[in-house]
C-alpha cells in the first residue's frame, strides 16, 4: 500500500470528514485530560514536546514562546507562531490547555486560536457550559460556532481533530470549489464538512490558492499546547 493510499485510509477510518451524522456529545468527563494520541508513523510530527525547531515567528524570526514539560506555551507579547512548512489537504491532530480566569468576560477568557493555511482560525478560547456562538471554543472565527458546545473545563487538555480541504481552481486559476472542513473536539463532531465563504481576521494572508502554514495565535493568555502533528493528504 502506498503512502498516499495509507494517509487516505487513516481519514476514512477515523470517520474525519466523511459528512457523517453529528451526534449530540457526553461530557461526563469533563473534567479529565483526553489521552494523548500518538502521531501515526505516516504523519509529520510539528510538535513533540521537546522544541520548537519546526516553527518561527510571523516575521520568520525565532518562535518566541517556550517550550517545557512536554508542551509549549505561549509568551504574551512575543506574537503568532507559524510551521515552517506549508500544507494543502491535510488531517491535523492538537492537544490544547487553557487557563483558568474566572475573572475574565468573553474574549479574555484564555484566548487562542489555530488558523489552518494560516488563513482560517478555529477559536480556542474557554467556554466552558456557554451557548457557543461564532466567536466561542470550537467557532471558525466569525463563520460558523459549533455544532455542540463540547469544551471541558479549563486547567484539563482537550484536543482537535481536524480534516481540512483547500480550495479548488481550474486551470485559468477561478475559484471552483471554496474550502472546507471538519472539526472533531473531544470525539464530538463540531463542523460538518463545513465549507468556508472566507478566510478570518487576524489571518497571515488572503492568498487562499497557495498552500499555507498552521499558525497558533498569541492573544496574551498562557495558552498551552502539545502532541501537535499533521497528516498531509495529497
Not at 1 to 19: H, K, Y
Not at 56 to 64: D, F, I, L, Q, S
Not at 173 to 194: C, F, P, W, Y
Amino acid at each position: 500500500m502506498s503512502a498516499t493510499t495509507t494517509r487516505r485510509s487513516f481519514l476514512v477510518m477515523t470517520g474525519v470528514g466523511l459528512g457523517l451524522a453529528p451526534a449530540a456529545p457526553t461530557l461526563a468527563q469533563d473534567d479529565i485530560d483526553v489521552p494523548t494520541v500518538p502521531p501515526p508513523k505516516f504523519a509529520t510530527v510539528l510538535f513533540e514536546g521537546k522544541d520548537l525547531s519546526a516553527w518561527v515567528a510571523r516575521n520568520g524570526g525565532t518562535a518566541g514562546w517556550k517550550a517545557m514539560g512536554g508542551y509549549m506555551e505561549v509568551v504574551p507579547g512575543s506574537g503568532d507562531i507559524l510551521t515552517k512548512q506549508t500544507f494543502d489537504d491535510f488531517q491535523l491532530h492538537l492537544e490544547f490547555w487553557l487557563p483558568y480566569l474566572p475573572e475574565a468576560k468573553g474574549q479574555a477568557r484564555a484566548n487562542s486560536g489555530v488558523y489552518l493555511q494560516g488563513r482560517y482560525e478555529i477559536q480556542v478560547l474557554d467556554s466552558y457550559g456557554l451557548q457557543s456562538k461564532e466567536n466561542d471554543c470550537g467557532a471558525i472565527y466569525g463563520i460558523a460556532a459549533p455544532l455542540f458546545n463540547a469544551c471541558k473545563k479549563p486547567q484539563v487538555w482537550q484536543k482537535y481533530d481536524v480534516a481540512f480541504r483547500a480550495p479548488r481552481f481550474d486551470v485559468s486559476g477561478l475559484l471552483t470549489e471554496k474550502a472546507r472542513v471538519t472539526v472533531v473536539q473531544n470525539s464530538v463532531m463540531i463542523h460538518d464538512n463545513l465549507e468556508l465563504p472566507s478566510t478570518t481576521g487576524g489571518e497571515l494572508d488572503k492568498q487562499i490558492e497557495k498552500p499555507g502554514p498552521i499558525l497558533l495565535q498569541d492573544h496574551g493568555n498562557l495558552v498551552r499546547y502539545r502532541n501537535i502533528w499533521i497528516i498531509p493528504v495529497k
